[in-house]
């Protein structure tokens, strides 16, 4: 029996993948991947792929804020070091 033929259309039009998550966010694909492996997005993962419910997207979507490029860090002096750290903001 094909697997295609056993997933309903709703349920299709209900969930989408990391990759149609990522175009909806704006973000990559494993950026989208990353949140849902550390459980800011909920989703779930089925057979190698996140799915992520449409609703949830939409929760998610309206309080995200991405945030591009690497860390900032800082030289910051202390007393009894002079090294590279990443100042708390």
């Known amino acids: 029996m094909d697997m ?3 997933v309903s259309p709703d349920f ?3 969930v989408l993948t990391s990759r149609e998550a990522a175009q909806r966010l704006g973000v ?8 849902c492996q550390h459980g800011k997005l909920r989703a779930q993962k ?4 996140w799915l992520i419910s449409r609703d949830d997207l939409e929760e998610f ?3 995200y804020r991405g945030k591009r490029g690497r860390p900032s860090w800082k030289r910051v002096y202390t007393k ?10």
């Open 28 to 35: 990559a694909h494993v950026t989208v991947s990353q949140l």
């Open 12 to 14: 299709e039009k209900q």
């Open 61 to 63: 979507g309206k309080t």
């Open 4 to 6: 295609e033929q056993d």
């Open 80 to 89: 009894r070091s002079t090294y590279w750290c990443r100042s708390e903001k």
């Open 46 to 49: 089925i057979a190698g792929r």
